[in-house]
């Protein structure tokens, strides 16, 4: 079993920045791949960023590329997702997610329990 707990979420105005973290505890973080998803009121969960075990290769929603970073750093047990350039319909409740290297919110076996981000225009 992986525990994720995220953290970083609040209310932001369009264009600012925001850092949420997710720290991972129990099984070995470092054998999953983690990603971020966000689901807004009335829609369903989406993909927003992935990241391998490593560190080294990263994927992105096209909505975000280029305005959020994802990030590991394995010796601490946790995930970050660098928001920048902030926009209304970011939206959602984010959450992290432990499983295999993919877009797939089914690909993802363990979640955290989500972090709201608003983002007020």
């Known amino acids: 079993q992986v525990q994720l707990v995220e953290s970083g979420g609040g209310l932001v105005q369009a264009g600012g920045s925001l850092r949420l973290s997710c720290a991972a505890s129990?099984?070995?973080?470092?054998?999953?791949?983690m990603g971020w998803f966000r689901q807004a009121p009335g829609k369903d969960r989406e993909f927003v960023a992935v990241?391998?075990?490593?560190?080294?290769?990263?994927m992105y929603d096209d909505s975000v590329k280029g305005r959020f970073t994802i990030s590991r750093d394995n010796a601490k047990n946790t995930v970050y997702l660098q928001m920048m350039s902030l926009k209304p319909e970011d939206t959602a409740v984010y959450y992290c997610?432990?499983?295999?290297?993919?877009?797939?919110?089914?690909?993802?076996?363990?979640w955290g329990q989500g972090t709201q981000v608003t983002v007020s225009s």
């Open positions: 997610a432990a499983g295999r290297y993919s877009r797939n919110p089914a690909d993802f076996g363990f």
């Open positions: 129990g099984r070995s973080f470092s054998v999953y791949a």
């Open positions: 990241i391998v075990w490593s560190g080294t290769v990263t």
